[in-house]
């Protein structure tokens, strides 16, 4: 699946815009992606998909979109040296392949959770039949990875730093379980011209209030 066409945007006026200092100040570093890595709560969730028979995977990611649409700044990209801001983002991620190599796919946001991980799976099924990458053109996703063998504290992402790339990063480790609750560790990664690290926090709030209640979009 091909995404296009998925939101609508607005150029942001550099000249008005709170953040034009920062964004100047930022925009031409070598490195300019910023991350933490935090653990989150997603009992409910977790539970949530196992009744209903969904994908964990999927439920998490889809928890991790609906925090993103509700931030500003997630949903903020660089594009040809200007701003712009999306109506709505939507994910993509590696895929494993049987042959334990990965391809990508991409999902479209939808606002309902079951619908969402029944769409992810379709498109799961079609990486894993294929044998080469696709990749999309567009900005207005955010790229998820799962490492679901490590519960993990830090970590870092292959970058062509020649290439402008503004597209936040999102990883989520493995699931443990401690009296009867489950945690995982997550990883976030945005562009320090468009996102601060009161931005993350605030993602990390609403994703956290998400994840204790699946049902809600």
């Not at 969402?116 to 044998?131: M, Y």
Request: glycine share 6%; net charge negative; charged share 25%.
């Amino acid at each position: 699946m091909q995404p296009t066409g998925t939101s609508g945007k607005r150029e942001i006026d550099l000249e008005t815009w709170d953040r034009r200092a920062l964004f100047h100040f930022f925009k031409t570093f070598t490195e300019p992606l910023h991350g933490i890595c935090v653990r989150v709560d997603c009992t409910e969730t977790f539970n949530y998909a196992k009744e209903h028979r969904m994908s964990v995977s999927a439920s998490l990611m889809h928890r991790c979109l609906a925090a993103a649409n509700l931030i500003e700044n997630f949903r903020t990209r660089i594009i040809d040296g200007s701003v712009w801001c999306f109506d709505s983002i939507f994910g993509g991620s590696a895929v494993g392949r049987p042959n334990g190599t990965i391809g990508f796919g991409y999902y479209v946001f939808r606002h309902d959770i079951q619908d969402f991980a029944r769409e992810a799976a379709l498109e799961v099924e079609r990486v894993r039949g294929r044998d080469d990458i696709e990749r999309y053109a567009g900005v207005d996703f955010i790229r998820f990875s799962t490492i679901p063998w490590l519960d993990f504290t830090s970590i870092s992402h292959a970058r062509d730093l020649s290439k402008e790339d503004s597209v936040p990063r999102i990883t989520l480790g493995k699931i443990t379980e401690s009296n009867g609750r489950r945690t995982l560790p997550i990883s976030i990664h945005v562009h320090h011209a468009l996102a601060d690290g009161l931005h993350v926090a605030q993602f990390v709030d609403q994703l956290q209030q998400l994840l204790a209640n699946p049902e809600h979009s």
